[in-house]
């Protein structure tokens, strides 16, 4: 690729991301468009619809100054630790790109352009320069100038681990502060215990009590078994369904009327389309609180339960302890927040859970190998050889300057991305069926999924470009593998420069404008009224957290190799400063809590990145023919696995629980709390399952204003 093409492809994305802040910067400030663009503040009262006004047709940069002057305590206050700790991704990749793109665009760039090992950097036909001018190949082998390229490795190394640490260790503290300045919460005082063994004599509420009570007398208080309710939840959604759809008749008299007998319905009796729907609804609700009387049967009893605590100590002592002699009955987990239970499954025995853990890494395993055939069409756009040859009819049109610039330069990265988004809500689905029990967990582990499967996808298989068997004996043969890496890599820095741009820049982008809930928008107000409710959307971490890091990723990998790529990353990373920084203000509002139980992953996946970093010089340096360098690059890598344990030691216990300290200590400052007799009372009812809970749709089933029976 040459410069002229990056320049084609960076010259549009920057029109889009002009035209989305112009377009954002208007449509926000229209009343319609308040759920889409305000909907947080909009729930909270604090925005509301007004009159027309001149002023909201002409952009302005107001939602900017704004968000730039967030505090990290307001925004604490906002978004919770998580968003904090979210924010601090994007800080952290500022920090360590601005350092490394002043070594790389002032000292790596410049020497990359005095080689002549590919070609001589053409001043005067700037635009005409292929891009692997700026590249460690255009360095003459064996030249002592790759020392420069040497000891930049060493150098940004220590700064990331450096920022690694800190970072590590500020987060961790806030975890702490975060913890002690809590008041009690349901969930630290409460477990979860699946795979409860079954008797014939007893239920399993009686058995749970039983157990608990013996082991842990003093500590123990209360348990809650949890109910199969399945059948009551999809009746829950196909009545709210129905009242949807009686709201938009109401809204509409002119649909309100249907015929029903007759032939082919053509001649019948007309009757009230509200009335129909409403005799529905009146019955699914008789068929919920019959099921939800069923529910509370014995024989509907999972073989799971959240037990109750009278202290923090009590419910840890109780988690980290194996329950029983058989290690797979009686198992525990820490309870997340009633809020972030996700009620819809329960792997009621070890072996299912087992089973669907399985099951979920073949069908991910399988949508990873299919995901290579548009990376494989991606890269057949990045050659116009290959393309005349496929497609020769395509030749005469492939000749135009301008149309090969965008085929080569914006097409192919416009295609991945387009493939891309159908990832991260398969990923999120295939985890759901694990047999997780909050929200969290799914979240957090179908980040990783997006994250691992990014980086084979989008990563290796766009390095080694080729069919999976290929990609896969690259792979497996250990020895070569940093000889392939060396070669490959350097290879595809264009088509990473211009992926950046292209998906990075119009993602973060589109992020702001929110193309896809306008256009949902759109469709359903003629079918709404604005007293209608709506629901607050949270960040989806398994979508935005990946993201991020995959191009953290690439700027590592990328730095010596193809410091090019810097100013562009470091682009991406201050619009996604800005912009979510504005969407935790008016957009995002946390659906729950984990004090940045994520952090781990975003070191890990730096450490992976410098790893990747250290082999690829290792090979690159032996390629180049500077076996010196190459030799003394080996014990980096050693280094950075030395450290990376010792982070591990250090920090990540504090994200996996609380210690005896912490916990002790906030159980001795609840003794003097009063309010605490109130709280275990509240504490019995807050894991009741929302589909037990009674629910009232139709106007004539007062009836169902009772509780289910117990």
């Known amino acids: 690729m040459i410069v002229s093409a990056l320049l084609t492809s960076v010259g549009i994305n920057t029109a889009l991301c002009v035209l989305f802040f112009a377009l954002y910067s208007i449509l926000r400030k229209q009343p319609s468009n308040y ?4 909907p947080r503040l909009l729930a909270e009262g604090t925005s509301r619809r007004s009159r027309f006004n001149l002023k909201r047709l002409i952009p302005s940069p107001d939602w900017v100054a704004k968000a730039w002057r967030l505090s990290e305590e307001e925004l604490l206050s906002l978004s919770g630790l998580d968003g904090v700790v979210f924010m601090h991704i994007i800080t952290f990749s500022l920090k360590i790109f601005t ?62 681990c450096l920022q690694l640490y800190y970072e590590y260790k500020y987060i961790a503290s806030k975890r702490i502060s975060y913890f002690y300045s809590s008041k009690p919460q349901p969930h630290q005082f409460t477990i979860l215990v699946h795979s409860i063994p079954t008797s014939s004599s007893c239920s399993i509420s009686d058995s749970v009590e039983s157990f608990f009570k013996e082991l842990y007398p003093s500590t123990y208080l209360s348990h809650v078994v949890i109910r199969r309710t399945n059948k009551i939840r999809s009746l829950l959604s196909e009545a709210k369904n129905l009242c949807k759809r009686i709201t938009q008749l109401r809204s509409d008299p002119n649909q309100q009327k249907y015929k029903h007998g007759g032939y082919f319905g053509l001649f019948g009796q007309n009757d009230n389309l509200i009335d129909h729907y409403g005799r529905k609804l009146e019955d699914i609700e008789h068929n919920v609180r019959l ?6 049967l014995a024989g509907k009893e999972a073989r799971a339960a959240f037990v109750f605590f009278r202290s923090r100590f009590g419910a840890a ?6 329950q029983s002699v058989n290690p797979t009955q009686w198992i525990t987990e820490l309870a997340p927040e009633p809020r972030d239970v996700y009620w819809p499954f329960f792997s009621e ?7 669907s853990r399985l099951v979920v890494i073949l069908v991910t395993t399988l949508f990873t190998i299919l995901f290579l055939i548009p990376v494989v069409i991606v890269q057949g756009l990045t050659n116009l050889s290959q393309l005349e040859i496929l497609f020769p009819f395509l030749a005469s049109v492939l000749t135009i300057k301008f149309v090969s610039q965008v085929i080569t330069g914006y097409l192919p990265s416009l295609i991945l991305q387009m493939s891309l988004k159908v990832v991260p809500p398969v990923m999120r689905f295939l985890t759901s069926i694990q047999g997780s029990i909050s929200l969290s967990d799914i979240e957090m582990s179908a980040s990783r999924k997006v994250l691992w499967f990014t980086i084979w996808n989008v990563f290796f298989a ?19 593998i940093p000889g392939k890496l060396a070669v490959a890599v350097p290879a595809q820095a264009s088509f990473f420069i211009t992926y950046v ?17 306008l256009i949902v928008s759109l469709i359903k107000r003629p079918f709404t009224r604005p007293e209608d409710e709506f629901e607050v959307p949270s960040l989806p971490p398994h979508r935005d957290v990946p993201r991020v890091l995959f191009f953290g990723l690439l700027g590592i990998t990328y730095f010596f190799l193809a410091p090019l790529i810097l100013p562009f990353l470091l682009v991406y990373f201050c619009l996604a400063y800005i912009i979510f920084r504005n969407q935790f203000i008016n957009v995002y509002a946390p659906k ?20 990747l970093m250290h082999i690829i010089a290792v090979g690159t340096f032996a390629l180049k023919k500077l076996s010196s360098a190459s030799t003394w690059m080996l014990p980096l890598p050693v280094l950075t696995l030395l450290f990376n344990q010792y982070c591990r030691k250090r920090f990540l216990p504090i994200f996996t629980a609380y210690s005896a300290e912490s916990l002790i200590k906030k159980d001795r400052e609840d003794q003097n709390d009063t309010t605490m007799a109130e709280f275990y009372d509240k504490l019995v009812i807050a894991y009741k399952d929302p589909a037990l809970l009674p629910i009232q749709y139709s106007p004539n089933s007062d009836s169902l204003l009772s509780p289910p029976v117990t």
Not at 317 to 322: M, P
Not at 503 to 517: A, N, Q
């Open 35 to 38: 759920e889409v663009y305000v």
């Open 99 to 160: 350092f490394a793109g002043i070594i790389g665009i002032l000292v790596l760039l410049p020497v990359n352009c005095w080689g002549n090992q590919l070609q001589d950097f053409d001043v005067v036909d700037f635009a005409g320069n292929s891009l692997d001018v700026f590249t460690i190949s255009n360095v003459n082998s064996g030249s002592n100038w790759l020392w420069v390229h040497f000891f930049a490795v060493y150098i940004v190394t220590g700064f990331i």
């Open 291 to 296: 099921k939800q009387s069923e529910a509370s």
């Open 317 to 322: 002592t109780a988690f980290h302890l194996q």
């Open 349 to 355: 025995t070890f072996m299912r859970k087992w089973i």
């Open 462 to 480: 766009t390095v080694f470009s080729g069919s999976f068997l290929h990609q896969l004996s690259v792979i497996l043969d250990l020895k070569d």
């Open 501 to 517: 741009a292209t998906t990075g820049w119009t993602s973060v982008s589109s992020e702001l404008f929110r193309i896809i809930p």
């Open 592 to 611: 729950y809590e984990t004090a940045g139980k994520f952090w781990p992953i975003v070191h890990d996946s730096m450490i992976f990145a410098l790893v």
